[in-house]
């Protein structure tokens, strides 16, 4: 089946530094890629939807400038987290979509736990 | 825009007793509905998911759900759960005729299925 690869697993890093989360598709071109965010006993929040070389569109309430997504590649999507503060700290969780209509499941990654200090 | 509810935030079953998970979902038009699980220290697997056609969907592992279109839902069952079953499940639901639309969730329903 899909596969979609996401690096670092957990990452603790001090206030005011900024952090890249990788997602790759493994065995598949995921010409949609999704971020969201988790927090504790909560569902998962869309952050933004990035298309295969287009700028990302992010939901509302998420800060473009905070939150840098870049979809450069078929099979690549980074998140940076800038300047991280504790406010940042949660689960993020990328999924990619290959190529067709929504019909086409997404598939997830085993997502990515910030903690900032 | 689409919106899901579980009603049920934590549930404790014995193993062999019969699950029902309930999804409820709102939107008007077309929509796509699926059913993740989450196991501990696990991404998100996909069990089944219904875009059309026969409102009974059989997934993985022992699990069915069905689409009521008059009630908005979309319940997940299983007759027998087993201990294996113990995860989180989040119903999620999109608009396949709105554009490339991502999955929009539910807060999950916590099950924990006990000896």
């Known amino acids: 089946g899909a596969v979609v690869s996401q690096h670092p697993s957990w990452v603790i890093c001090k206030s005011g530094t900024s952090v890249k989360i990788e997602c790759r598709s493994l065995?598949?071109?995921?010409?949609?890629m999704f971020w969201y965010r988790q927090f504790p006993k909560q569902s998962l929040m869309l952050m933004a939807t990035?298309?295969?070389?287009?700028?990302?569109?992010?939901e509302q309430g998420v800060e473009k400038d905070k939150f840098l997504i870049n979809h450069a590649s078929l099979t690549l999507s980074t998140l940076t987290v800038t300047s991280a503060h504790p406010e940042d700290s949660s689960f993020y969780i990328c999924s990619a979509r290959g190529p067709g209509v929504s019909n086409q499941p997404q598939h997830f990654g085993d997502g990515t736990r910030l903690s900032i200090l | 825009a689409q919106s899901v509810s579980q009603h049920n935030h934590h549930v404790i079953l014995s193993e062999a007793a019969s699950l029902e998970l309930g999804c409820n979902y709102s939107y008007g038009g077309t929509v796509n509905l699926f059913w993740y699980v989450q196991y501990p220290g696990q991404h998100l697997q996909l069990l089944l998911k219904?875009?059309?056609?026969?409102?009974l969907v059989k997934g993985i592992k022992g699990f069915e759900a069905e689409f009521i279109k008059s009630k908005f839902s979309f319940n997940l069952r299983k007759p027998s759960v087993q201990w294996s079953d113990t995860a989180e499940y989040f119903c999620a639901v999109n608009a396949p005729l709105s554009g490339n639309t991502p999955l929009v969730f539910g807060k999950g329903t916590r099950l924990s299925v006990i000896a």
């Open positions: 990035s298309n295969e070389g287009s700028k990302a569109t992010y």
């Open positions: 219904y875009f059309s056609g026969d409102p």
């Open positions: 065995d598949f071109q995921a010409t949609t």
